[in-house]
């Protein structure tokens, strides 16, 4: 779920996260701009897996203070279903999408040109890669006084440590700023910036 109009659909919407409890994370993928296609393959159209070991070595997502995602993450299962958060791209609200499904060919194109990055063993995620989900949670804010509400972040729990994925992204200076079209991913210990403290 995105933004929506009602609490009552925040409550459905946590409803169909809560199915994810007790699944296996076998497979975490990030979707991002495809930064380095024109310099690494420049025919190429569509999403592109990146499985080059130059490309592997410096990716542009990885960061000291969070992993920052330009359109989405995408966690796989043991039991087959992915769940999946990225950004509505809608313009006429923000919000963090959270659902059961893949980000290509629903939120995004069936078939864009991004990057698809597998990191289940390359970044921070390799620490939950065989864990079971504990708790998914999202965190919703009311959009202004006229209704509807937007979420601004998830929780991804397993046992003790959690993940948490939220609006924003990193900037030049190493710092996570407040992002409508980018996901900051959060890992153990975690200090949620203090304009998302709200």
Do not use: K
């Not at 509400?149 to 990193?170: I, K």
């Amino acid at each position: 779920m995105a933004w929506v109009q009602s609490l009552d659909e925040v409550g459905r919407a946590r409803g169909a996260l809560r199915t994810f409890i007790g699944s296996t994370i076998v497979g975490v993928r990030y979707i991002t701009i495809d930064y380095r296609r024109w310099d690494v393959s420049p025919d190429h159209r569509g999403p592109r897996v990146i499985d080059d070991r130059v490309e592997l070595a410096s990716p542009p997502w990885s960061h000291r203070i969070a992993d920052s995602v330009d359109f989405g993450v995408e966690l796989d299962t043991a039991s087959g279903r992915t769940l999946s958060i990225g950004w509505e791209t809608s313009v006429e609200h923000e919000s963090l999408e959270v659902f059961p499904g893949r980000l290509i060919g629903s939120v995004l194109d069936a078939s864009p040109d991004v990057a698809i990055w597998d990191v289940a063993s390359s970044s921070r995620w390799r620490e939950f890669i065989g864990r079971p989900i504990t708790t998914v949670d999202v965190h919703y804010m009311p959009w202004s006084p006229d209704g509807g509400f937007w979420c601004t972040r998830a929780a991804v729990a397993f046992g003790d440590s959690q993940v948490v994925l939220l609006l924003g992204e990193v900037d030049q200076t190493e710092s996570i700023v407040p992002s409508a079209d980018n996901i900051a991913v959060l890992f153990p210990p975690i200090a949620l910036p203090e304009w998302e403290l709200r």
